[in-house]
């Protein structure tokens, strides 16, 4: 029987890998809600993101201001990425397309990322040292830290979704791409708007996630995979869904390697969403 | 809302501006971890050259495979960096002499991918189209296995560089031909490391283990085993799965269990592993038994207060000795831009080796060569950066085709690393 403080503490560790798993799932399901492609090198933005902010960092600017940097660096990106590659052309297949151009990107940044970040991992500045008591339980700072970062960011991303124009016709671009065009909302652009968003919440993620964990060149690949379950979870195009979906996931994999042992912790959440597959094939919220 | 060709064309400048500064941002940054001091000698001591050649002077081809894909491939590339700089050495030497011959040694090297596939296919390019007799390389245990299924049929001398458990079937046994291990077992320095803890912290006799599910078992008990026999007691152990990035989950049990020492089982991310154990609240001796730098704890973990009572036993790249700065510096003027990888001191170590065995034969025959590294038993025998080495492991493998060699034992406290020396294997 495990004690209260190691409950806590996995608890407490779950929410936190939970909210990371969040802010790449939004990222991905505003891409694919909008543009109608699987961006399979969102990993690979979340890994620049967070070495961007490691080698401004190291030119004597404080975390915070760098996580800023990287965010509009990393969504200036996405712009040029959906303007280049994945901008649909006459004749071409967006889906199988950019399925085809996401994996040659991840594989062209992960190795470009080996040969221009270098040899061994590295580690971002703490955001906070230390920890502190929660209920008996040590609880490392950082890691609240990077729960309000993510929170902040989810309010933001869902006010601008719902309170602004340009958020508002994303949505309607994401409901209906043609309807929409019919009311003069150009989809490319809100196409450019979602990739904006979308690599700028990867760099987040990804400077939050190396400041806990650490940074190397194929730091993204279990972010990814985690943040396409938490869509599959919480269902396509749904920001509460990716929540719940992020919490499940995060909670699983906080709780489940502390109770069960390190097995039982890398099965049960891929069964779990084969369950959900067969049984909710939506996701938890999600719609047609 | 953006609008309009303009704008568009406006925010890509913007962009390319933006990607320009990070480029910038990201270039010119020297690597920070194991960076060394500023290394000054320009030979490296100890491989017997010759500058007169007596004989024909031949060429030597060693084959070299890594996996330079994957997320092995940091430590991959800095082990070729080593066997680069050996080949270096032999050359500027004039070559080395081996029986009435001179051979300048050449690394032809090939990348695996980290997988048996890749290793096999890299293999026969090795022994079918590059004709070597000598094969040196691989990692993990499913790579060492593919690679002898190519070697050995061939006539061709496997020497592995890693071995991450031992007495794996992939690893030498006396029903295996033609395969050495110039690769030391990383289970050898335990008995090292419980015997440091028990004299710089006698208090301590508790020990939670955290060990990955890849089949340390047998590492384990010889751990157990050890610290039984010095008062010791193992509370708790963890396995955590292999591909693991966050050590909360793992170390919240290890912690609960109130040890007094923790012991990271040979993992290249006990660096990580420290971070979590700190976290969660854990301040006493936390000893890491692999490979991993030293100096990396101190560019990855950072904070001061975490870097305290850590023992580590990999070559400590601000305490080298002659060889190691030697190499160290081979390896700065060669390639400036990357940090010093600890990884390519023991990488030189395996064509160096081979060599001496070979000049000790006056052959390079591979089976005259392995029978000769066979009877190189006594303390001495072979030189490595690391000290006076052997071969050994009858008792315990029933084969004397593994290496030993000193262990470097190295403390970090408050941030700086004290070195403790290098320590002869106990056996056990």
Redesign the interface.
């Known amino acids: 029987m495990?004690?209260f403080?190691?409950w806590m503490?996995?608890i407490v560790?779950g929410i936190a890998?939970g909210w990371l798993y969040v802010l790449m799932a939004m990222g991905l399901t505003l891409m694919l809600s909008i543009m109608g492609i699987l961006q399979l090198a969102h990993g690979e933005i979340y890994m620049m993101g967070a070495?961007?902010v490691y080698?401004?960092t190291?030119?004597e600017i404080g975390i915070y201001p760098a996580i800023v940097v990287s965010m509009?660096?990393m969504a200036?990106?996405g712009?040029?990425l959906e303007?280049v590659l994945f901008r649909p052309r006459p004749g071409r297949d967006v889906a199988l397309t950019s399925i085809v151009i996401s994996t040659g990107l991840t594989l062209i940044l992960s190795s470009a990322a080996?040969v221009?970040?270098?040899?061994?991992?590295?580690?971002l500045?703490?955001l906070i040292?230390?920890?502190f008591d929660l209920f008996g339980a040590?609880v490392?700072k950082?890691?609240i830290l990077a729960i309000g970062f993510s929170v902040v960011a989810l309010i933001l991303l869902y006010t601008f979704l719902k309170r602004t124009?340009?958020g508002l016709?994303m949505v309607a671009s994401a409901q209906n791409r043609e309807g929409s065009f019919l009311k003069g909302i150009?989809p490319n652009?809100m196409s450019?708007?979602a990739m904006a968003i979308g690599c700028a919440l990867a760099a987040l993620a990804g400077a939050l996630a190396g400041s806990?964990?650490?940074l190397?060149p194929?730091?993204g690949s279990?972010p990814m995979i985690n943040g396409l379950v938490t869509i599959v979870l919480g269902g396509l195009g749904s920001i509460p869904g990716a929540v719940i979906g992020g919490m499940i996931l995060g909670l699983l994999?906080?709780?489940l390697?502390?109770m069960f042992?390190?097995?039982a912790?890398?099965v049960a959440p891929l069964v779990i969403v084969i369950l959900v597959l067969l049984f909710r094939p939506k996701g938890i919220l999600g719609h047609e | 809302m953006m609008s309009g060709k303009k704008s568009v064309a406006l925010l890509c400048v913007f962009a390319l501006l933006v990607s320009l500064g990070v480029a910038v941002a990201a270039c010119g940054e020297g690597e920070e971890a194991a960076t060394t001091a500023a290394p000054t000698t320009a030979t490296t001591g100890g491989t017997e050259t010759t500058t007169a050649p007596v004989g024909e002077t031949k060429t030597l081809k060693i084959g070299g495979i890594m996996g330079l894909t994957g997320p092995l491939s940091i430590p991959s590339l800095a082990f070729m960096r080593g066997w680069e700089i050996y080949a270096d050495v032999v050359k500027e030497a004039g070559g080395v002499k081996i029986g009435n011959d001179t051979y300048m040694i050449e690394i032809i090297e090939e990348d695996s991918k980290g997988a048996a596939e890749g290793a096999t296919t890299a293999a026969s390019k090795l022994v079918n189209q590059d004709q070597v007799q000598f094969v040196m390389g691989a990692m993990l245990e499913t790579e060492v296995a593919a690679i002898y299924s190519v070697t050995q049929p061939a006539g061709v001398l496997y020497a592995t560089a890693n071995i991450n458990i031992p007495e794996h079937a992939s690893d030498v046994s006396p029903d295996k031909d033609l395969f050495v291990r110039l690769a030391v077992s990383p289970d050898e320095n335990q008995p090292l490391d419980l015997d440091y803890l028990r004299e710089n912290y006698p208090d301590a006799v508790k020990i939670g283990v955290s060990q990955p599910d890849i089949g340390y078992e047998g590492m384990f008990d010889r751990l157990k085993a050890s610290a039984e026999k010095r008062g010791m007691e193992v509370v708790h152990a963890e396995k955590w799965a292999w591909g693991t990035t966050d050590f909360i989950p793992t170390y919240t049990n290890i912690v609960a269990s109130k040890p007094d020492i923790i012991f990271a089982m040979n993992s290249g991310q006990a660096n990580d592993q420290l971070k979590a154990a700190r976290q969660l609240g854990f301040t006493g001796p936390f000893v890491s038994n692999s490979p991993l730098g030293a100096d990396v704890f101190l560019v990855t973990v950072q904070d001061p207060t975490m870097l305290t009572d850590v023992i580590c036993n990999s070559p400590d790249v601000t305490h080298p000795n002659d060889a190691m700065k030697a190499l160290m510096d081979r390896w700065t003027a060669k390639w400036p831009n990357d940090g010093f990888v600890s990884d390519a001191v023991h990488a030189y170590d395996i064509p160096w080796i081979l060599v001496q065995a070979m000049q000790k034969a006056g052959s390079t025959d591979p089976a005259v060569v392995l029978a000769t590294l066979e009877a190189m038993t006594n303390r001495g025998d072979l030189q490595t950066n690391e000290g006076p080495g052997y071969m050994g492991g009858q008792d315990r493998f029933g084969v004397n085709r593994v290496l030993y060699r000193p262990f470097p034992i190295t403390r970090i406290m408050n941030g700086e690393l004290e070195f403790a020396g290098f320590f002869d294997p106990i056996p056990e």
């Not at chain 1, 221009?116 to 580690?123: I, V």
């Open positions: 495990k004690s403080d190691v503490q996995a560790n890998l070495f961007l080698y401004l190291r030119r509009a660096a200036v990106l712009v040029i303007r080996v221009g970040f270098g040899l061994y991992t590295k580690s500045p703490p040292s230390g920890s040590g490392p950082d890691r124009r340009l016709a150009n652009h450019m708007a806990i964990l650490q190397h194929y730091m279990l994999n906080g709780i390697p502390v042992g390190a097995a912790a890398s």
